[in-house]
């Protein structure tokens, strides 16, 4: 490559550099809610070699123009005091919930109203994936929302978005959402 070409292509980088916004987004919801699965759809992965995350995995995803750096937690119960370890600088939470796992309606509830009046969480826009909606027992996310008292929540943006993470319908929504959010948090 000469100097000039050598010239342009740093030019290209830089200026693709300064148009792509990194996110910073943590993923979390109860163990099977489906978290991992929607994760590895966004980066169109095998989805049939899924097993219970024991740790967390991390994914860089480009959506929208944006460089999503998405952290997956897992959601068992003895794993959940460790989520606090990854909330700093996050920009965005996504909270995925089994819409068909009634009996634990209550228990993701608490949970997500816990993470909700973390410091470090503080006005940051969050994402609700009504996850599972292929399900016949699966409850419409309008529903989910009122229990989840979504609407009390004033001091951030929020969206509920009713998805199937297996086959991908509703997670692009979610996505444009976020993007969306992101950008005009960013103005
Ligand atoms: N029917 C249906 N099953 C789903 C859907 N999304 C995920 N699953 C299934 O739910 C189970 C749990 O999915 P995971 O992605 O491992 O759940 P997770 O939230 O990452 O769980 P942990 O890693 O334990 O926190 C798997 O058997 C998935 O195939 C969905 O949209 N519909
Ligand atoms: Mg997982």
Same mark, same amino acid.
């Given at each position: 490559?000469?100097?000039?070409?050598?010239?342009?292509?740093?030019?290209?980088?830089?200026?693709? !550099?300064?148009?792509? $916004?990194?996110?910073?987004?943590? #993923?979390?919801g109860? /163990?099977?809610?489906?978290?991992?699965?929607?994760? *590895?759809?966004?980066?169109?992965?095998?989805l049939? &070699?899924? =097993? @219970?995350? $024991?740790?967390?995995?991390i994914?860089?995803?480009?959506?929208?123009?944006m460089?999503?750096?998405?952290? /997956?937690i897992?959601?068992?119960?003895?794993?959940?005091?460790?989520?606090?370890?990854?909330?700093?600088?996050t /920009? #965005?939470?996504?909270?995925?919930?089994?819409?068909? +796992?009634?009996?634990?309606?209550?228990? &993701?509830?608490?949970?997500?109203?816990? #993470?909700?009046m973390?410091? =470090?969480?503080?006005?940051? @826009?969050? #994402?609700?994936?009504?996850? *599972? $909606? /292929?399900? !016949? &027992?699966?409850? @419409?996310?309008?529903?989910?929302?009122e229990?989840?008292?979504?609407? =009390?929540?004033? +001091?951030?943006?929020?969206?509920?978005?009713?998805?199937?993470?297996?086959?991908?319908?509703?997670?692009?929504?979610?996505?444009?959402?976020?993007?969306?959010?992101?950008?005009?948090? *960013?103005?």
């Amino acid at each position: 490559m000469g100097e000039a070409e050598k010239g342009l292509f740093s030019v290209i980088e830089k200026l693709k !550099a300064s148009t792509e $916004q990194e996110v910073r987004i943590v #993923l979390l919801g109860l /163990d099977n809610a489906g978290k991992t699965t929607l994760l *590895k759809k966004l980066a169109s992965e095998d989805l049939s &070699t899924i =097993t @219970p995350t $024991q740790g967390f995995n991390i994914k860089c995803v480009a959506s929208n123009g944006m460089k999503l750096n998405v952290w /997956d937690i897992g959601g068992q119960r003895q794993i959940r005091s460790f989520w606090r370890k990854y909330l700093e600088n996050t /920009d #965005l939470l996504i909270y995925v919930i089994d819409s068909a +796992d009634k009996k634990r309606f209550e228990e &993701t509830g608490q949970e997500l109203s816990e #993470l909700v009046m973390e410091e =470090t969480l503080k006005g940051v @826009p969050i #994402l609700v994936f009504a996850n *599972k $909606q /292929d399900l !016949a &027992t699966a409850s @419409p996310a309008s529903e989910i929302a009122e229990g989840l008292n979504l609407h =009390t929540y004033r +001091d951030r943006e929020w969206q509920i978005q009713a998805c199937c993470a297996l086959s991908g319908e509703g997670v692009q929504d979610g996505m444009t959402w976020i993007c969306n959010s992101f950008c005009n948090l *960013k103005k």
